[in-house]
T-cell receptor, first 114, second 115 residues
Framework: AQKVTQAQTEISVVEKEDVTLDCVYE???????LFWYKQPPSGELVFLIR??????QNEISGRYSWNFQKSTSSFNFTITASQVVDSAVYFC???????????FGTGTSLTVIP | DTGVSQDPRHKITKRGQNVTFRCDPI?????LYWYRQTLGQGPEFLTY????????KSRLLSDRFSAERPKGSFSTLEIQRTEQGDSAMYLC?????????????FGPGTRLTVL
């Protein structure tokens, strides 16, 4: 069965600290996509990144970086030098390669304290 | 604004009433998805369309839920005989086949409260 687990329900960090959000997934598919979305207090989901299953190269975008490890079925997200504006709920998601279905984790609520 | 739009943004109804929500996707997108999100949970996939064809509906929550996309543009989600458990945020997203690897763009959602 397809499943995404975000074990961290809530995380609080002080501004400028680094923080890593964990994501573990389960799938029977050999090809699939993984995503991270941000949901700020305003409520609208914002796409952050997509990774396909045959590309395990880590990615960095500004203060954001993602570590994809197929061997452990994990797709972790790190924010470096966190800022108050990073406070939001972050969702990890998995989709079939065809894009027919998406599976979201339960989210991690991040609070960055000034 | 060329993003995904949803109408209404908020809906309060009495138990047993029918409600219909509308989603207007990004114009060039041929895929449209509906999700439900309850408090403290991630979005729960309900159904999706490619153009006007509903390609996946097995995860609609019950036969009280139905969705249409008659002309392959906007879509409607209807809930018949609403129950208090239907109270949630209903999200719509659109995407493009062959686009940026299954990226979905989400709308602001319709918050449903069933009294």
């Amino acid at each position: 069965a397809q499943k995404v687990t975000q074990a961290q329900t809530e995380i609080s960090v002080v501004e400028k600290e680094d923080v890593t959000l964990d994501c573990v997934y389960e799938t029977r598919d050999t090809t699939y996509y993984l995503f991270w979305y941000k949901q700020p207090p305003s409520g609208e989901l914002v796409f952050l990144i997509r990774r396909n299953s045959f590309d395990e190269q880590n990615e960095i975008s500004g203060r954001y970086s993602w570590n994809f490890q197929k061997s452990t079925s994990s797709f972790n997200f790190t924010i470096t030098a966190s800022q108050v504006v990073d406070s939001a709920v972050y969702f990890c998601a998995l989709s079939e390669f065809t894009g027919n279905q998406f599976y979201f984790g339960t989210g991690t609520s991040l609070t960055v304290i000034p | 604004d060329t993003g995904v739009s949803q109408d209404p943004r908020h809906k309060i109804t009495k138990r047993g009433q029918n409600v219909t929500f509308r989603c207007d996707p990004i114009s060039e997108h041929n895929r449209l998805y509906w999700y439900r999100q309850t408090l403290g949970q991630g979005p729960e996939f309900l159904t999706y369309f490619q153009n006007e064809a509903q390609l996946e509906k097995s995860r609609l929550l019950s036969d009280r839920f139905s969705a249409e996309r008659p002309k392959g543009s906007f879509s409607t989600l209807e809930i018949q005989r609403t129950e208090q458990g239907d109270s949630a945020m209903y999200l719509c997203a659109s995407g493009q086949v062959g686009g940026v690897n299954n990226e979905q763009f989400f709308g602001p959602g319709t918050r449903l409260t069933v009294l």
